[in-house]
């Protein structure tokens, strides 16, 4: 699985350079006695580039974790990474679709607000605006596949708290880490234990769906051609390692 992996990064990552090529680059903008970078026309296929970005960076991240045992590190970032997929298809869906609204445009605007306006953190009097998630959900399950809002709210906060305790560090995901002969508390990851295998096979979900979001992109964009490739490499990542949806490695645990 790691080679497998290895190579959905690195198609990812050449679907990030070839679409930030598409799109006006970020600029030089002052800050301080120093300048940062920033996208000056704040539109959403630049706002789409940069999820895409940190969904990448994140699954990098989150197979590394994986790898050395910390299971309970990977799970936390996985968290984030369902999120950033819901933004994703939410800005894609708008385009492909052609049903951009007042919430996303409220999205955006939040999106691409400055953190502070002040010379120190401290004066500042930003106050980014959430836009929030059950909104995001029940546009979502309109549009995909007709489930009414509460029912979609619903179902995704039932797979939002599966990992929020590893987010907060409550009781019952920190004992997960409590066990052996003689039992004690493992600090320095859970690696070939059963919780290890069971998040290594979890894991295949969250590079399914980041090759999928991958799809999604590009097709707002209006890559057609960039999309059908894509496809290919998704249903070709599912043969490989997959069956219905999910790891071949659940058949290990």
Known sequence: MQTI???VISNMEQTVQGLAARIPAPQRVPYKNHFVYRYVEKTVHQALLQKLVRLVSGLNATFLL???GFVQEQASLQRILDEILEDISFLSFALILDQWTPLHEKYLDAFYEEEFDAETAMKSSQKRPMIPRKKIHAWLAKIEN????S???ELSRTLSKAYSGYVHAASPQIMEMYGGNPAKFH?????DTPRHVEHRADLWNYFYRGIIACGFVAKAFGENELFNSIKSFAD???HISGNNYSSKEW???
């Open 66 to 68: 994986m790898d050395r």
């Open 187 to 191: 600090t320095n990851g859970l690696l």
């Open 151 to 153: 029912t979609s709210n």
């Open 236 to 238: 070709t990542f599912e």
């Open 5 to 7: 992996y290895s190579n």
């Open 146 to 149: 007709g489930i009414d809002p």
């Open 251 to 253: 058949d290990q645990t």
